[in-house]
């Protein structure tokens, strides 16, 4: 059996994805409706080296790379990815926003337990919409709700330790 959750001995049973909230910017209130965020990935450059009178090959730690996350939600009201999404272009003029606080923000996703209780939060750092999209196909016959999506750029993320997993009655 693997070593118990430092935070909560009792728990051994991982936890579930469905259960998360998403923060843009320094808001309090999440982002309404994400119903699918890509996972958190990052790799490294292996930069391979050869030192004298050694056979072996040596490996190196080079470049990090973040790899972009994607959220979806149902097309609302709420305007969030569209405001964002605009935030890198002038619409009349077709060229990059001169503000870069409203082009980069930090985004907090929050995954939470079965009792809606926040578990594990991580902060992306530096982030900007790369791809918007406002509306899928549209299509009478489907028999679908409709869905807009963000591709996100980061810089990096790290998970938050000061967060830790209430005990659990």
């Known amino acids: ?44 450059d292996v930069i391979e080296y050869k030192e004298g009178g050694n056979a072996v090959i040596l490996k190196g730690l080079g470049r990090t790379k973040y790899e972009p996350i994607t959220m979806e939600r ?3 009201f709420d305007s969030d990815f ?38 594990h939060r991580y902060v992306v750092h530096r982030c900007w919409v790369s791809e918007f999209q406002a509306l899928p196909d549209l299509d009478a016959g489907a028999n679908a709700i409709a869905i807009e999506h963000i591709k996100v750029e980061n810089e990096g993320w790290e998970r938050d330790i000061t967060l830790t997993e209430p005990k659990e009655q």
């Not at 059996?1 to 994805?17: A, L, S, V």
């Not at 309404?32 to 790799?43: I, T």
């Not at 964002?84 to 001169?98: E, M």
């Open 74 to 76: 149902g097309v609302t």
């Open 82 to 119: 569209e405001d964002w999404a605009n935030a890198s272009q002038v619409l009349k003029q077709g060229s990059a926003s001169t503000s870069l606080a409203a082009l980069r923000k930090e985004l907090g996703i929050v995954l939470l337990n079965e009792e809606a209780q926040p578990v």
């Open 1 to 44: 059996m693997g070593k118990p959750f430092t935070t909560n001995i009792d728990r051994f049973d991982p936890y579930k994805t469905y259960r998360f909230l998403v923060y843009f910017g320094k808001s309090t209130t999440p982002v309404a409706a994400v119903s699918k965020v890509s996972a958190l990935k990052r790799s490294s």
